[in-house]
Structures are given as structure tokens and as C-alpha cells.
């Protein structure tokens, strides 16, 4: 499923194709890409308008759009597990899988193309009350160690279900969360109450990292389905320390990497490097 990494590396490759262009036309192959808007409100709302920026937050894709030079409501793209967004010229072919198309006025099209149906593209006048309630960016400035270390210690979770959780830090998924832990050395079911301040210090430095560097690759590609804007597969799977590599030797100790399940999510660690949380012992019942 993509993640900020991936969607970061899409909105930014779709961004050059996009900026300043007007949509002259929508197609609307699968009502439910649109998450509950009709097809004809949604042709009204887009038809005419121009688009003026192109920026992600979380796992969105955020296009800017006005008229008359006034702001005129927002798209907004989520991939889901198999969502793609291709700009591209006339006559390209879509494949099957094609639930909505813009037409633009330089005679590209965007396409928003989804094997599996779970893909979002909604138009909204309020973009809060899509984005409203999540948790910060954590490669912007609003994440800083200090205000990770407090958050950690307040919230009293596991670290794996709590650094999954959109509404504490935004972005993040399965992939980057096992990736960012490990490089950590943090277990994913320590609590997140009992993370020392200079551990918390080392998994917000691991987590703004692993995400920097992932950018870097423009994402990460198993499988068959995320894949740029350009067609190409993500390369930070090369990367990978733990997630998908089950059985493998660990890149720091060579034990193998262990996959366990943490709130039904595949959970990929090392035992050697990232130490399980000690249990509580029980009370003794012997006499003094
Ligand atoms: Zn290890």
C-alpha cells in the first residue's frame, strides 16, 4: 500500500504535468472513486477549473484548484492499495483498470487508474474535513524530537498500532514504521510510555531518515502494483532491513528476521537487535 514515500513521489512527478492547467472534460468510469459525489457534480465542480499547485500530506495527493483567480475547492487523491495518478498524452492507453480521467487544455489527460476499487478521488470545498484530523508531517519542522518524546510518553500504546496511527504521526505505514523501529532498535511492542528519551531521539531521527531516503528511491516496489507516475518501480525495496524479509539474515547481527502480527498488521523485526519489552514479573509467593 503506498505510503508518504510513494505518494510523495507521485504528487511530485505529476506536479510539472499539471501546474497551470485547466480540466476541459471529465470522464467518470466508477462512481464509487469519487466517494459519494454524483458524476455530474463532480464534472460541474471540475470543468473550467485550473489547477495552481500539486502537494501531498499524509498519503493524499492535494491539487490546488481556482477560477476566475479565486480558489475554487481541492481534489484530493488517495491510492489505497492500487492506486495510480498517470498524466499523459492523448491516446495513451489507460488499460481496463481506469475508474476516472480529467482531460486538460494541453490535450493530456490525468488518469486515475485502480485495479482493486479501494482508490479515492474526491473534490471537497473543505479540505479539513478530509485532512483535519491528522497528525503531523514528520519530515516538516512540526516534528521535532521534543514533541515526539512528550506524544510517546502521553499516549501509553505500543509503538507499532500507535506510529501506524494517521491521527499522532501522519505517513506512515507498515513498511516505513517496521523499516523506521529496526533502524531504531526498538521492539514494535514496547510501550510507547517506556521509550527512554534518548531512544525516542534515535526513532524520530530513524523514522525522518528511512522516509528521506525512500523519497530518494521514489518509493518502495514488491509487488505489482505501485509503480511512479512514469511507469517505473520505486527502489527503496532493495533497502529494506526487515519488512518482506521473513527468515533473512538481519543487515546488522544476521539473525534471522522474525514476522510476527501486531493488531492484524505483518510485523517484520529482529530479535537480536531489537530486544522484546521486559514482562512484568510475578509477584513472588513465597515466604520471606
Ligand atoms: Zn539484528
Redesign the pocket.
Known amino acids: 500500500m503506498p505510503e508518504l514515500p510513494e505518494v510523495e513521489t507521485v504528487a511530485r512527478l505529476i506536479r510539472p504535468r499539471l501546474a497551470g492547467r485547466s480540466v476541459r472534460g471529465v470522464l467518470v468510469r466508477w462512481k464509487r472513486t469519487l466517494g459519494g459525489m454524483s458524476a455530474r457534480a463532480f464534472e460541474q465542480a471540475l470543468v473550467g477549473a485550473r489547477i495552481t499547485a500539486v502537494w501531498r500530506r499524509a498519503k493524499f495527493v492535494v491539487i490546488d484548484l481556482e477560477r476566475d483567480a479565486q480558489p475554487a475547492g481541492w481534489l484530493v487523491g488517495h491510492l489505497r492499495m492500487t492506486g495510480r495518478i498517470h498524466v499523459e498524452p492523448a491516446g495513451w492507453d489507460a488499460s481496463a483498470y481506469e475508474r476516472v480521467r480529467l482531460e486538460l487544455d494541453d490535450g493530456h489527460a490525468l488518469h486515475f487508474i485502480d485495479v482493486r476499487k479501494f482508490g479515492r478521488l474526491w473534490f471537497t470545498r473543505d479540505l479539513n474535513e478530509l485532512l483535519g484530523a491528522l497528525g503531523p508531517e514528520p519530515l516538516s519542522s512540526d516534528f521535532t524530537a521534543a514533541w515526539f518524546a512528550q506524544e510517546l510518553h502521553a499516549r501509553r500504546r505500543l509503538l507499532k498500532p500507535l506510529l501506524l496511527d494517521q491521527s499522532f504521526v501522519a505517513g506512515l505505514g507498515n513498511i516505513y514504521v517496521d523499516e523506521s523501529l529496526?533502524r531504531a532498535r526498538l521492539h514494535p511492542l514496547r510501550r510507547s510510555d517506556s521509550v527512554k528519551p534518548v531512544e525516542s531521539e534515535r526513532l524520530h531521527a530513524a523514522i525522518r531518515a528511512v522516509l528521506t531516503r525512500a523519497i530518494e528511491r521514489e518509493g518502495s516496489s514488491f509487488d505489482a502494483f505501485y509503480r511512479t507516475p512514469e511507469g517505473k518501480p520505486g527502489g527503496y525495496q532493495d533497502e529494506f532491513a526487515v519488512y518482506d524479509r521473513e527468515g533473512e539474515p538481519?543487515?546488522?547481527?544476521?539473525?534471522a528476521?522474525i514476522k510476527i502480527v501486531v493488531g492484524q498488521r505483518g510485523t517484520h523485526f529482529?530479535?537480536?537487535?531489537?530486544r522484546a519489552p521486559r514482562t512484568r514479573r510475578r509477584r513472588s509467593v513465597t515466604a520471606p
Open positions: 529496526h538481519c543487515v546488522t547481527c544476521k539473525s528476521i529482529c530479535r537480536t537487535c531489537q
